[in-house]
């Protein structure tokens, strides 16, 4: 089974620095919640979010959003050959059960994933289909232990698709970037043992998922 990363990922609730700016609260007081209780996200908190760390890596849930239904509605995953994790871009870590359906409407996954931020795991009869702890890039690598760990950048190796499939055995760890804009921070890069790169552009992290996990999945069931 491999693994796939979405490393850094945009994906946090308001941090406590930034819970008390007026576009924060009254984004807050529309959706009936504290405004530490929401994500952080650019579309409403654009003026909160001026100069803060890491600003270009942060406020963008919807991009994540966008790389989860491309990782969770394919075959590979539905057929339980690749395990999905969201490392988040303040070290935390949300873990995928089986056959996990998340919703596709971003309102609906906003909900899903503030009630996860609230009571750390969503479960069923069947079991856990989320759970989220506080967990560094590196320590999910040592959790994992996969052989090898394939990452995505522009300061990679160029190469392709195809190429890079031929590299991808049954253990190995996928990693691409859940933000916007940027590379990944040094603790993240050192950790990838093959950093490759597509284009002189960067893709989105979705189009760089969709479009690797189904190169993967040609080698599997075609």
């Given at each position: 089974m491999i693994s796939l990363i979405?490393?850094?990922?945009?994906?946090?609730?308001v941090p406590s620095e930034l819970?008390?700016?007026?576009?924060?609260i009254s984004h807050a007081n529309k959706l009936g919640k504290k405004p530490s209780e929401i994500l952080l996200d650019n579309s409403w908190h654009f003026a909160a979010m001026k100069g803060i760390e890491n600003e270009l890596k942060r406020g963008r849930p919807d991009l994540v959003h966008f790389s989860i239904l491309e990782a969770t509605t394919i075959p590979l995953y539905l057929t339980n050959k690749m395990k999905l994790y969201v490392h988040t871009v303040d070290d935390k870590v949300i873990s995928f059960g089986k056959?996990?359906?998340?919703?596709?409407?971003?309102?609906?996954?906003?909900?899903?994933?503030?009630?996860?931020?609230?009571?750390?795991k969503i479960t069923t009869n069947e079991g856990v289909l989320l759970e989220i702890k506080d967990q560094t890039f590196s320590e999910l690598l040592d959790e994992i232990k996969p052989s090898k760990v394939i990452g995505f950048s522009t300061k990679g190796k160029r190469s392709t698709?195809?190429?890079?499939?031929?590299?991808?055995?049954?253990?190995t760890c996928i990693v691409i970037g859940g933000f916007q804009k940027g590379h990944f921070s040094e603790s993240v890069e050192n950790k990838i043992t093959d950093l490759y790169s597509l284009d002189d552009k960067a893709f989105e992290g979705h189009v760089v998922v969709a479009r690797m996990l189904y190169e993967y999945e040609k080698t599997i069931f075609m």
């Open positions: 979405l490393a850094e990922s945009s994906l946090e609730l819970i008390n700016h007026p576009s924060v056959n996990v359906h998340l919703p596709k409407s971003y309102h609906r996954f906003e909900g899903v994933i503030e009630k996860l931020y609230k009571e750390k698709y195809e190429k890079i499939v031929e590299e991808v055995v049954d253990d």
